[in-house]
């Protein structure tokens, strides 16, 4: 099973479950049905905001760890600037 099909059954997996238990299907409280399951979908999406956010700021925080990965980018660099020099754009 490929990455993008086990990504799809999750989410249709979980997507089943909430609406099963959104519409009553499955019988909870009204105080959690009425008034928590509804913020459910935000919540997971700010929580997801976070983890990637995070993610993100500790790959940028420890990228210098990567000495290799890090003389490359600057290679990468310096050849884009000379590639745009050449080609008559100025990025001072």
Do not use: R
Not at 19 to 42: C, D, N, R, T
């Amino acid at each position: 099973m490929t990455k993008a099909s086990e990504t799809v059954l999750a989410i249709f997996t979980l997507s089943a479950i909430y609406f099963s238990l959104l519409v009553g299907v499955i019988p909870l409280p009204k105080i959690v049905q009425q008034e928590v399951l509804p913020v459910v979908p935000w919540w997971a999406l700010v929580s997801f905001g976070c983890y990637a956010l995070g993610t993100l700021g500790y790959g940028v925080f420890t990228f210098k760890d990567k000495e290799d990965k890090y003389h490359e980018l600057l290679g990468e660099i310096a050849e884009a600037k000379e590639f745009l020099k050449k080609n008559g754009v100025d990025i001072e």
